[in-house]
Nanobody
Framework: QVQLVESRGGSVQAGGSLRLACVVS????????MGWFRQAPDKEREGVAV???????SYADSVKGRFTIFQDNLKNTLYLQMNSLKPEDTAMYYC??????????????WGRGTQVTVSS
């Protein structure tokens, strides 16, 4: 059974940093496209960062230069390092894994989400 479990998010002040982790199990981790998404209240879900099976990364314009997606294949864990956080980064963050599409599509495997709150 495929499972994605995000680490606990948190609350920080603007300018602070957080690192999210997503532990995956149930499949060959390195063969999937992995991504982080977020959804703020009353907004649609948006892609934040993606890393494909070749290790190529891409980011939303809103987080470029501040967020870094990386993975530890030995630990089957995907990370999102978030620096210089802004109040507009406040959202529920989800990790996703997709074997056939990159970035992950709606039919991907999804974690349950973790809340990140940035105060001004």
């Amino acid at each position: 059974q495929v499972q994605l479990v995000e680490s606990r998010g948190g609350s920080v002040q603007a300018g602070g940093s957080l690192r999210l982790a997503c532990v995956v199990s149930g499949y060959t981790y390195s063969s999937y496209c992995m991504g982080w998404f977020r959804q703020a209240p009353d907004k649609e879900r948006e892609g934040v960062a993606v890393i494909d099976s070749d290790g190529i990364r891409s980011y939303a314009d809103s987080v470029k230069g501040r967020f870094t997606i990386f993975q530890d294949n030995l630990k089957n864990t995907l990370y999102l390092q978030m620096n210089s956080l802004k109040p507009e980064d406040t959202a529920m963050y989800y990790c996703a894994a997709d074997r056939f599409r990159c970035p992950p599509g709606p039919a991907a495997y999804w974690g349950r989400g973790t809340q990140v709150t940035v105060s001004s």
